[in-house]
């Protein structure tokens, strides 16, 4: 029996400690799930281990700002106003 840790929640790791006695390995995806869940189990250290994923990014690129998504009430207001001046010019 295997226990993949989705996240850092206290959830996972309760999970983990109630349930240590029937589970042979403890999946984790990163290193801070890693640190500590062996924190909060010690003895089953050797049973846990990291499955990182993710896509890998090339070496010397360089990373795109992050899109500026306006919310949905300027999106609303912006589709209100394109369609009122559409509707006058026809």
């Given at each position: 029996?295997?226990?993949?840790?989705?996240?850092?929640?206290?959830?996972?790791?309760d999970?983990?400690?109630r349930?240590?006695?029937?589970?042979?390995?403890?999946?984790?995806?990163?290193r801070?799930?890693?640190?500590?869940?062996?924190?909060?189990?010690?003895?089953?250290?050797?049973?846990?281990?990291r499955l990182?994923?993710?896509i890998?990014?090339?070496?010397?690129?360089?990373?795109?700002?992050?899109?500026?998504?306006p919310?949905?009430?300027?999106?609303?207001?912006?589709?209100?106003?394109?369609?009122?001046?559409?509707?006058?010019?026809?």
């Amino acid at each position: 029996m295997i226990q993949i840790l989705h996240g850092d929640y206290d959830y996972y790791y309760d999970l983990a400690e109630r349930h240590q006695d029937v589970i042979d390995a403890f999946i984790v995806g990163g290193r801070t799930l890693e640190r500590k869940l062996t924190a909060r189990l010690p003895e089953r250290a050797r049973d846990v281990y990291r499955l990182p994923y993710g896509i890998p990014v090339a070496a010397g690129s360089t990373p795109r700002p992050p899109r500026v998504r306006p919310n949905c009430a300027s999106c609303l207001s912006a589709a209100c106003t394109a369609t009122r001046a559409s509707s006058t010019f026809r």
